[in-house]
């Protein structure tokens, strides 16, 4: 099992840029494919982006496409989300999670991931 430790959220204004870190500790964090998720109140959660073990293959949902950016550093076991040009629809709890099975490519489907962080807050105010 690994461990996530998410940080970097907070309260913005539209417009603004934040980076979400995800720490993780435990299995070998190079090896899994890495994903955000999101969930604001009083809805389900939502695929953001993930990434390939490798980083090679990335997919984002389209309400993010071109605003954020996902990236990972397998040295130092950390997992990044840029995001840029927020808006208030994007307010929610952000997620990151670990892949269930090792290697493969990235996917989108919130039941291949297995392991998932405490969640970091993020409020973009109008």
């Known amino acids: 099992q690994v461990q996530l430790v998410e940080s970097g959220g907070g309260l913005v204004q539209a417009g603004d840029s934040l980076r979400l870190s995800c720490a993780a500790s435990g299995r070998t964090f190079s090896s899994y494919t890495m994903g955000w998720f999101r969930q604001a109140p009083g809805k389900e959660l939502e695929f953001v982006t993930s990434t390939s073990w490798n980083g090679r293959t990335t997919y984002y949902a389209n309400s993010v496409t071109g605003r954020f950016t996902i990236s990972r550093d397998n040295a130092k076991n950390t997992l990044y989300l840029q995001m840029n040009s927020l808006k208030p629809e994007d307010t929610a709890v952000y997620y990151c999670?670990?892949?269930?099975?090792?290697?493969?490519?990235?996917?989108?489907?919130?039941?291949?991931?297995?392991?998932w962080g405490q969640g970091t807050q993020v409020t973009v105010s109008s």
């Open positions: 999670a670990a892949a269930r099975s090792p290697w493969g490519t990235s996917t989108t489907k919130v039941e291949d991931f297995a392991s």
